[in-house]
């Protein structure tokens, strides 16, 4: 067979802007998308492809993939749904969105999916070819949910994706499940025509991705073309929607997400201390990706070592840490009950070290691919004896650059482990960021002693931030030993005296106290405001935010604070706190980081917002919680 590749039916999209003679061109601010079907439907492509394009127009962007546990659920069933959602727009978005505006469905199971959190008169586009009987029953459907008014309130686009998918590239000399697997290009070149998107940049990654495999590259182009095409000319679809480019500072921006985000941060903090990096680690949902993309970057230095487990990964983080690189451990939670042992040797030998922590569901195994923060107790807890060591978290996917950065410039300047918390929630989701020149980032000073000095002791302490200096093995003339067992306050002999240990103990705490002497003051939104203070941490920023932004717009009496730095605590956080009447702390977990709050200032009560459910908050949940609590404090 002969093939020939191109766009067989010589069909060319509109210019990005343009419509159809005789349909209506709406205006939007910003819309929210998900796309939802089997996790072997390919919406996690759909929806990042999606994501790259939105970016490329430069609208402001929030997503949330969201996958199924199991490695691979039955095909059809509600549990192996896999979806990606994502809120893109002109202005004000600060998280995924509550409820998508349009919902493709590529199955009846993503349908039941998703059917608890559709908006009234929402978009939904399936693909008719599997809305059968034997899918409506693994579905949990008693009948067909298209035929007994199940969606009477919304507007369904049913569209036999797969069989014109199949159609379209027949010709190609594809196996059947070859071509089944490019249908979720179909739907996406649906939604590109839904949003007056172009499909350049989308063709191009084609072009890229399957250069080597033209049959392939071909039929996925055509199918996206396909789909454009049939969403052009249905008489379902009378209208096309623009979303304007959101006003950025000028610069060059890409599409990131928090994981890529990290590495980079990683990357550029060993660029300014001018050493190399090492990772060591073990592959761990969701923080896998850290490792892969710093993967990409050996050509920087960059050590990597994928250890048999996660003990092994962080020691041997450790050993590349006293032999003076910047060292780095990326985990999740199970991972992180690993290690402990080993970050109770990194706070007692006193080495900079980083361990990242992608936080997901618990305990134990517990949620693989689902969002929590559930483990800031672990962070600050979770060693044998007095274990002190600095605890940051990271707000946005774009953000994690920053933060890891930040817990490099910790370590290597003040000479201790830092816990980095993250999300799956963030360590997924995707947001443009501004990206950065290494001569823009503040300068790094790690604690090296590079030459002879007979006064040396190992032990030995600066008084403005009491880290021992970091002393490569093999400088001559200051060979010395560190270990797990305490050591002489200032020889690094071991010793097993009271009045030392003590000392020691107390050292190692007021290190980490004064690290609050070196980081910036607390913030809040809302200056003006008294009658309440919602406080978070972590990944659930954007949410927060929009959420109190939303009520300060409606001139309600309300602030927000959200914390970075967790251990120390910033140091004017009492004052904040005494400004209001009441203090809300919202959190995915039973109350974590409220407790913290209640043992560093117990003069002031904390009233909790909590959810475990796997999920980020919802906007609207967290502001009826506001109203109500504003409400109460005005009766």
Same mark, same amino acid.
């Given at each position: 067979?002969?093939?020939?590749?191109?766009?067989?039916?010589?069909?060319?999209?509109?210019?990005?802007?343009?419509?159809?003679?005789?349909?209506?061109?709406?205006?939007?601010?910003?819309?929210?998308?998900?796309?939802?079907?089997?996790?072997?439907?390919?919406?996690?492509?759909?929806?990042?492809?999606?994501?790259?394009?939105?970016?490329?127009?430069?609208?402001?962007?929030?997503?949330?993939?969201?996958?199924?546990?199991?490695?691979?659920?039955?095909?059809?069933?509600?549990?192996?749904?896999?979806?990606?959602?994502?809120?893109?727009?002109?202005?004000?978005?600060?998280?995924?969105?509550?409820?998508?505006?349009?919902?493709?469905?590529?199955?009846?199971?993503?349908?039941?999916?998703?059917?608890?959190?559709?908006?009234?008169?929402?978009?939904?586009?399936?693909?008719?070819?599997?809305?059968?009987?034997?899918?409506?029953?693994?579905?949990?459907?008693?009948?067909? $949910? !298209?035929?007994?008014?199940?969606?009477?309130?919304?507007?369904?686009?049913?569209? $036999?994706?797969?069989?014109?998918?199949?159609?379209?590239?027949?010709?190609?000399?594809?196996?059947?499940?070859?071509?089944?697997?490019?249908?979720?290009?179909?739907?996406?070149?649906?939604?590109?025509?839904?949003?007056?998107?172009?499909?350049?940049?989308?063709?191009?990654?084609?072009?890229?991705?399957?250069?080597?495999?033209?049959?392939?590259?071909?039929?996925?182009?055509?199918?996206?073309?396909?789909?454009?095409?049939?969403?052009?000319?249905?008489?379902?679809?009378?209208?096309?929607?623009?979303?304007?480019?959101?006003?950025?500072?000028?610069?060059?921006?890409?599409?990131?997400?928090?994981?890529?985000?990290?590495?980079?941060?990683?990357?550029?903090?060993?660029?300014?201390?001018?050493?190399?990096?090492?990772?060591?680690?073990?592959?761990?949902?969701? +923080?896998?990706?850290?490792?892969?993309?710093?993967?990409?970057?050996?050509?920087?230095?960059?050590?990597?070592?994928? +250890?048999?487990?996660?003990?092994?990964?962080?020691?041997?983080?450790?050993?590349?840490?006293?032999?003076?690189?910047?060292?780095?451990?990326?985990?999740?939670?199970?991972?992180?009950?690993?290690?402990?042992?080993?970050?109770?040797?990194?706070?007692?030998?006193?080495?900079?070290?980083?361990?990242?922590?992608?936080?997901?569901?618990?305990?134990?195994?517990?949620? $693989?691919?689902?969002?929590?923060?559930?483990?800031?107790?672990?962070?600050?807890?979770?060693?044998?004896?007095?274990?002190?060591?600095?605890?940051?978290?990271?707000?946005?996917?774009?953000?994690?650059?920053?933060?890891?950065?930040?817990?490099?410039?910790?370590?290597?300047?003040?000479?201790?482990?830092?816990?980095?918390?993250?999300?799956?929630?963030?360590?997924?989701? +995707?947001?443009?960021?501004?990206?950065?020149?290494?001569?823009?980032?503040?300068?790094?000073?790690?604690?090296?002693?590079?030459?002879?000095?007979?006064?040396?002791?190992?032990?030995?302490?600066?008084?403005?931030?009491?880290?021992?200096?970091?002393?490569?093995?093999?400088?001559?003339?200051?060979?010395?030993?560190?270990?797990? !067992?305490?050591?002489?306050?200032?020889?690094?002999?071991?010793?097993?005296?009271?009045?030392?240990?003590?000392?020691?103990?107390?050292?190692?705490?007021?290190?980490?106290?004064?690290?609050?002497?070196?980081?910036? !003051?607390?913030?809040?939104?809302?200056?003006?405001?008294?009658?309440?203070?919602?406080?978070?941490?972590?990944?659930?920023?954007?949410?927060?935010?929009?959420?109190?932004?939303?009520?300060?717009?409606?001139?309600?009496?309300?602030?927000?604070?959200?914390?970075?730095?967790?251990?120390? !605590?910033?140091?004017?956080?009492?004052?904040?706190?005494?400004?209001?009447?009441?203090?809300?702390?919202?959190?995915?977990?039973?109350?974590?980081?409220?407790?913290?709050?209640?043992?560093?200032?117990?003069?002031?009560?904390?009233?909790?917002?909590?959810?475990?459910?796997?999920?980020?908050?919802?906007?609207?949940?967290?502001?009826?919680?506001?109203?109500?609590?504003?409400?109460?404090?005005?009766?």
């Amino acid at each position: 067979m002969t093939l020939k590749f191109g766009i067989q039916n010589n069909y060319k999209p509109l210019p990005f802007g343009e419509i159809r003679e005789g349909l209506m061109k709406t205006e939007l601010e910003s819309v929210v998308i998900k796309f939802a079907g089997d996790s072997g439907d390919g919406m996690q492509l759909a929806g990042s492809l999606f994501t790259e394009t939105t970016a490329n127009i430069g609208n402001q962007i929030a997503t949330f993939p969201d996958f199924p546990s199991e490695i691979r659920a039955p095909q059809g069933t509600v549990a192996g749904v896999s979806g990606y959602q994502i809120h893109f727009g002109k202005s004000g978005v600060h998280s995924p969105g509550d409820a998508p505006d349009v919902l493709i469905a590529m199955n009846p199971a993503a349908l039941q999916a998703n059917l608890h959190n559709l908006k009234p008169a929402s978009t939904i586009i399936i693909d008719s070819d599997t809305f059968k009987k034997k899918d409506f029953e693994k579905a949990g459907f008693d009948g067909n $949910p !298209l035929e007994d008014n199940t969606f009477s309130d919304y507007k369904v686009i049913e569209a $036999p994706i797969t069989s014109l998918t199949k159609t379209n590239i027949t010709d190609l000399g594809l196996d059947n499940k070859s071509m089944v697997r490019c249908k979720n290009m179909f739907a996406l070149g649906m939604v590109y025509w839904l949003f007056n998107e172009p499909l350049e940049k989308t063709i191009n990654f084609f072009d890229n991705k399957f250069k080597k495999l033209p049959a392939v590259c071909e039929a996925n182009k055509r199918t996206l073309q396909s789909g454009h095409n049939y969403a052009e000319t249905i008489e379902a679809l009378t209208s096309s929607f623009t979303v304007l480019p959101a006003k950025k500072q000028p610069g060059t921006y890409r599409n990131i997400t928090g994981n890529q985000a990290a590495a980079w941060g990683f990357l550029a903090a060993a660029e300014k201390a001018k050493k190399d990096l090492f990772l060591g680690t073990y592959p761990i949902t969701p +923080a896998t990706d850290i490792l892969h993309e710093l993967t990409k970057h050996k050509w920087a230095g960059v050590k990597i070592v994928q +250890a048999e487990d996660e003990i092994a990964g962080i020691c041997s983080a450790i050993g590349a840490s006293f032999a003076g690189d910047v060292a780095i451990t990326t985990t999740s939670g199970p991972g992180m009950a690993l290690k402990t042992e080993a970050i109770g040797l990194a706070v007692m030998t006193e080495l900079p070290l980083v361990i990242v922590n992608v936080q997901r569901g618990g305990p134990s195994t517990g949620l $693989p691919t689902k969002t929590e923060q559930s483990d800031l107790q672990q962070a600050l807890y979770g060693r044998n004896g007095e274990s002190p060591l600095v605890v940051l978290s990271a707000s946005t996917p774009a953000d994690c650059f920053d933060w890891a950065f930040e817990a490099t410039r910790i370590a290597l300047e003040h000479m201790t482990p830092v816990i980095l918390l993250t999300e799956s929630y963030i360590g997924n989701g +995707a947001e443009p960021w501004k990206i950065k020149l290494t001569e823009e980032l503040p300068d790094i000073h790690p604690r090296t002693l590079d030459s002879y000095d007979e006064n040396w002791k190992p032990y030995d302490r600066d008084t403005e931030k009491l880290a021992r200096q970091w002393v490569v093995p093999g400088t001559k003339g200051m060979e010395h030993r560190i270990g797990g !067992l305490e050591k002489d306050e200032c020889t690094g002999c071991v010793s097993h005296n009271p009045q030392n240990h003590a000392i020691m103990v107390a050292t190692r705490q007021n290190k980490i106290d004064k690290i609050a002497d070196f980081i910036p !003051l607390q913030k809040y939104k809302g200056k003006d405001a008294t009658k309440l203070l919602v406080v978070g941490w972590g990944g659930q920023f954007g949410i927060l935010f929009g959420a109190v932004n939303d009520l300060q717009k409606e001139g309600k009496n309300i602030a927000f604070t959200h914390f970075n730095y967790i251990n120390p !605590l910033p140091k004017n956080t009492a004052e904040i706190f005494a400004k209001f009447d009441r203090i809300l702390v919202c959190e995915l977990n039973n109350g974590q980081f409220a407790d913290y709050l209640r043992a560093q200032f117990p003069q002031f009560t904390y009233e909790q917002f909590n959810k475990v459910e796997g999920l980020p908050f919802k906007i609207k949940d967290l502001k009826n919680k506001f109203n109500e609590m504003l409400e109460a404090g005005n009766a």
